[in-house]
């Protein structure tokens, strides 16, 4: 009764940016945690960010803080993650998650398609 879409994939230089929007829909729309994840091809899937969603509260993987920022748009339904100083180590599949009962995270019982984000010259 959940569905999350991500989008704002693509391909960037090094040292460039993107940002990604996951918009989540369904009936009477809640959750407690929102987060990212990404896979690179042959990798084992990654935490990158998580949000609480009532208190903007953050949580950031070691390998992207100071680079990375996620936020959320309420009234939206929307979690963003900015990413900046992208570097080709994070090349990945990018996926956004939501748990719907608990912060910090522990379950996500929701999954989006993923977007590729690619990071070349």
């Known amino acids: 009764q959940v569905q999350l879409v991500e989008s704002g994939g693509g391909l960037v230089q090094p040292g460039g940016s993107l940002k990604l929007s996951c918009a989540a829909s369904?009936?009477?729309?809640?959750?407690?945690?929102m987060g990212w994840f990404r896979q690179a091809p042959g990798k084992e899937r990654e935490f990158v960010a998580a949000?609480?969603?009532?208190?903007?509260?953050?949580a950031y993987a070691d390998s992207v803080k100071g680079r990375f920022t996620i936020s959320r748009n309420i009234p939206k339904n929307t979690v963003y993650l900015q990413m900046n100083s992208l570097q080709p180590e994070d090349t990945a599949v990018y996926y956004c998650?939501?748990?719907?009962?608990?912060?910090?995270?522990?379950?996500?019982?929701?999954w989006g398609q993923g977007t590729q984000v690619t990071v070349s010259s």
């Open positions: 949000i609480s969603w009532s208190s903007g509260i953050t």
């Open positions: 998650a939501a748990d719907p009962t608990s912060w910090p995270p522990r379950v996500y019982d929701y």
């Open positions: 369904g009936r009477t729309f809640s959750t407690t945690s």
